[in-house]
């Protein structure tokens, strides 16, 4: 069995293998694709966003441990869904408070 091809999707990738007998393609993927929670890219941005960081901090960290960081763009589109989700659990938050007022 012999790595045949990976395919990087910001810090999660997908990793085929082909077998040397039956020619058979497997892929194992470094991030569960079907769980509920949060994947590896969303966590970083997450992450790097709550302790008042961006792209440039995420990149620098993540050089420092030998680890490529995922394109600016890539990372632009993770920001935007993570803002949305803290916007709208921040007005939930408010009406629910106001409710309660």
Known sequence: MFMK???????SSDIYFKCDMCNAVFCIST??????????NMGAVSGIVSVGGGF??????????????MSKVFYSKKHE????GWKETAMEKMKAAYHNF
């Open 5 to 11: 091809s990976e395919k990087r999707r910001g810090l």
């Open 31 to 40: 991030d569960d694709h079907n769980s509920t929670k949060i994947d590896v």
């Open 56 to 69: 440039s901090k995420l990149e620098e960290i993540l050089a420092c441990m030998d680890i490529l960081c």
């Open 81 to 84: 869904r993570v803002s949305d």
